[in-house]
């Protein structure tokens, strides 16, 4: 991590900049902006000193704008970290941009290690503080607001029932073969029972409708008995292992690790196998809450949202809000698969905390209908909630609301923010986390609006110098 917040400025990097290399005008403007405002590299610096006991001394890393600038540049071309580091060193105007100038550019996993220092709420605060600036600026207003939600997908394979239990026998004996070759007299006890589950799992997957019926209990009554057998042989290893002594530091910190891996995916292990012996041997329908669907990512939702190409999709809903200037003022990652209605007084309030009024302009689709939301939405100032209704018999009144030209209105601009998520997914990114776990599902989320918001903000300020430059 950084050890100084700005490194000192050589000859070399004023030779680069003499050389009349311009950047693209909406990076430069990015760039001039992210230099105009301080407050949100000094989030990120926090985030890289986090747990430091001397952040002053050590070897030097990469500094808070570097970090910053390289994680939007990263989002805003929607590369990987190999293709990001290859393209920083190559290019004279990226290196200004990401302020490596003539100073050698780390390996691809520095900006790994660099980029999961920083934390959702740090990503969220950034975001925040861009809209609250467009704000004081006069680039938006927040009069309108469309609202709509999405699912971003985790990086698993489709979940059954035999996947999972095949997973978790492959994966414990993968990490007691570690095991076994940091341990000075090996692992005893252990068998290998890979084969013999990779065999039973594709014959679950080989049954024909006809065979599924006479013969998949049976199947997996044995794939449930080995991975039963793998588990309890595998907590008797960590029984065993408990004391070791004679490891030097290395190995003693490298056996820790995987014994508290092989106790996590023991854990998962177990839920797989009630949930197959809930739902297969005694026919019970297992609520989603109590399921797991990926035992790499365990945090992982399934969300139906009634569409006939992606019936079931296994990730996390997102919600999303975009003002009329294309800047995304919320988003948020929900748990489970919440109703989209639940959403609509949550972020009228956190509209109100940002802009100081309801907007005039209330746009989603159907799905965020209700009675009830339509009182909130009234309650709180909202001009016109251009939110058709869902089911039911129209009154007079509602379908004459529906058809007005202002309602009509309100729709095309709702259509808007599905070519935002469109931009999300394609541009920066954000289709699928190939990250693990919650937290860097979180802040790929963050990282993908942060850029989106940039970039806007960036065209904004680019409009309105020219409106300037015209009056002038």
Same mark, same amino acid.
């Given at each position: 991590?950084?050890?100084?917040?700005?490194?000192?400025?050589?000859?070399?990097?004023?030779?680069?900049?003499?050389?009349?290399?311009?950047?693209?005008?909406?990076?430069?403007?990015?760039?001039?902006?992210?230099?105009?405002?301080?407050?949100?590299?000094?989030?990120?610096?926090?985030?890289?000193?986090?747990?430091?006991?001397?952040?002053?001394?050590?070897?030097?890393?990469?500094?808070?704008?570097?970090?910053?600038?390289?994680?939007?540049?990263?989002?805003?071309?929607?590369?990987?970290?190999?293709?990001?580091?290859?393209?920083?060193?190559?290019?004279?105007?990226?290196?200004?941009?990401?302020?490596?100038?003539?100073?050698?550019?780390?390996?691809?996993?520095?900006?790994?290690?660099?980029?999961?220092?920083?934390?959702?709420?740090?990503?969220?605060?950034?975001?925040?503080?861009?809209?609250?600036?467009?704000?004081?600026?006069?680039?938006?207003?927040?009069?309108?607001?469309?609202?709509?939600?999405?699912?971003?997908?985790?990086?698993?394979?489709?979940?059954?029932?035999?996947?999972?239990?095949?997973?978790?026998?492959?994966?414990?004996?993968?990490? $007691?073969?570690?095991?076994?070759?940091?341990?000075?007299?090996?692992?005893?006890?252990?068998?290998?029972?890979?084969?013999?589950?990779?065999?039973?799992?594709?014959? $679950?997957?080989?049954?024909?409708?006809?065979?599924?019926?006479?013969?998949?209990?049976?199947?997996?009554?044995?794939?449930?008995?080995?991975?039963?057998?793998?588990?309890?042989?595998?907590?008797?290893?960590?029984?065993?292992?408990?004391?070791?002594?004679?490891?030097?530091?290395?190995?003693?910190?490298?056996v820790r690790t995987l014994r508290q891996e092989i106790e996590h995916y023991c854990q998962l292990g177990e839920r797989v196998m009630d949930q197959a012996r809930r739902r297969v041997l005694e026919g019970e329908q297992v609520p989603t809450q109590e399921k797991v669907y990926s035992i790499f990512e365990p945090h992982t939702d399934l969300i139906k949202r009634g569409k006939v190409n992606q019936p079931v999709e296994f990730g996390h809903k997102v919600?999303?809000?975009?003002?009329?200037?294309?800047? $995304?003022?919320?988003?948020?990652?929900?748990?489970?698969?919440?109703?989209?209605?639940?959403?609509?007084?949550?972020?009228?309030?956190?509209?109100?905390?940002?802009?100081?009024?309801?907007?005039?302009?209330?746009?989603?689709?159907?799905?965020?209908?209700?009675?009830?939301?339509?009182?909130?939405?009234?309650?709180?100032?909202?001009?016109?909630?251009?939110?058709?209704?869902?089911?039911?018999?129209?009154?007079?009144?509602?379908?004459?609301?529906?058809?007005?030209?202002?309602?009509?209105?309100?729709?095309?601009?709702?259509?808007?923010?599905?070519?935002?998520?469109?931009?999300?997914?394609?541009?920066?990114?954000?289709?699928?986390?190939?990250?693990?776990?919650?937290?860097?599902?979180?802040?790929?989320?963050?990282?993908?609006?942060?850029?989106?918001?940039?970039?806007?903000?960036?065209?904004?300020? $680019?409009?309105?110098?020219?409106?300037?430059?015209?009056?002038?």
């Amino acid at each position: 991590m950084s050890r100084v917040p700005q490194p000192q400025f050589s000859f070399a990097d004023l030779e680069l900049l003499q050389q009349g290399v311009q950047l693209d005008p909406l990076l430069q403007t990015i760039s001039d902006f992210l230099a105009d405002h301080g407050e949100l590299v000094e989030r990120v610096r926090r985030d890289l000193e986090r747990g430091l006991k001397n952040p002053a001394t050590g070897r030097s890393g990469l500094t808070a704008p570097q970090v910053l600038r390289a994680l939007t540049l990263q989002r805003v071309k929607n590369w990987d970290l190999r293709e990001l580091r290859e393209r920083i060193a190559d290019g004279y105007t990226l290196r200004a941009f990401t302020h490596f100038f003539a100073e050698a550019v780390p390996k691809h996993d520095a900006f790994h290690r660099a980029f999961n220092r920083l934390t959702p709420q740090t990503l969220e605060a950034l975001n925040e503080r861009i809209i609250r600036t467009a704000v004081a600026l006069g680039l938006e207003d927040g009069k309108k607001l469309r609202v709509d939600t999405t699912v971003v997908e985790t990086d698993i394979h489709h979940p059954t029932d035999s996947t999972l239990l095949w997973d978790t026998v492959r994966v414990i004996t993968r990490l $007691i073969g570690q095991l076994d070759q940091w341990l000075p007299q090996g692992v005893e006890g252990f068998s290998n029972r890979t084969r013999s589950a990779r065999r039973r799992m594709r014959e $679950i997957q080989r049954l024909t409708p006809t065979q599924r019926s006479q013969q998949q209990v049976r199947k997996y009554e044995e794939l449930i008995n080995t991975t039963r057998q793998v588990v309890t042989v595998a907590r008797q290893v960590l029984k065993k292992t408990r004391t070791v002594r004679g490891l030097d530091p290395l190995a003693e910190m490298a056996v820790r690790t995987l014994r508290q891996e092989i106790e996590h995916y023991c854990q998962l292990g177990e839920r797989v196998m009630d949930q197959a012996r809930r739902r297969v041997l005694e026919g019970e329908q297992v609520p989603t809450q109590e399921k797991v669907y990926s035992i790499f990512e365990p945090h992982t939702d399934l969300i139906k949202r009634g569409k006939v190409n992606q019936p079931v999709e296994f990730g996390h809903k997102v919600f999303l809000a975009e003002s009329a200037g294309g800047l $995304i003022t919320q988003y948020r990652v929900l748990e489970g698969n919440p109703a989209d209605e639940d959403q609509v007084e949550p972020s009228l309030r956190r509209h109100r905390k940002t802009f100081g009024q309801a907007p005039d302009l209330y746009s989603s689709d159907r799905g965020f209908y209700s009675e009830r939301n339509l009182r909130v939405s009234a309650q709180a100032g909202v001009g016109l909630p251009s939110i058709p209704q869902r089911g039911g018999q129209k009154t007079a009144e509602r379908a004459a609301q529906e058809k007005s030209a202002a309602f009509k209105k309100g729709q095309r601009f709702r259509a808007g923010i599905e070519g935002r998520i469109s931009v999300l997914f394609r541009g920066r990114g954000m289709k699928r986390c190939l990250a693990e776990g919650r937290q860097h599902f979180e802040l790929l989320v963050g990282a993908a609006v942060l850029a989106n918001n940039l970039l806007v903000m960036a065209q904004l300020l $680019i409009k309105k110098q020219k409106r300037q430059r015209r009056a002038a």
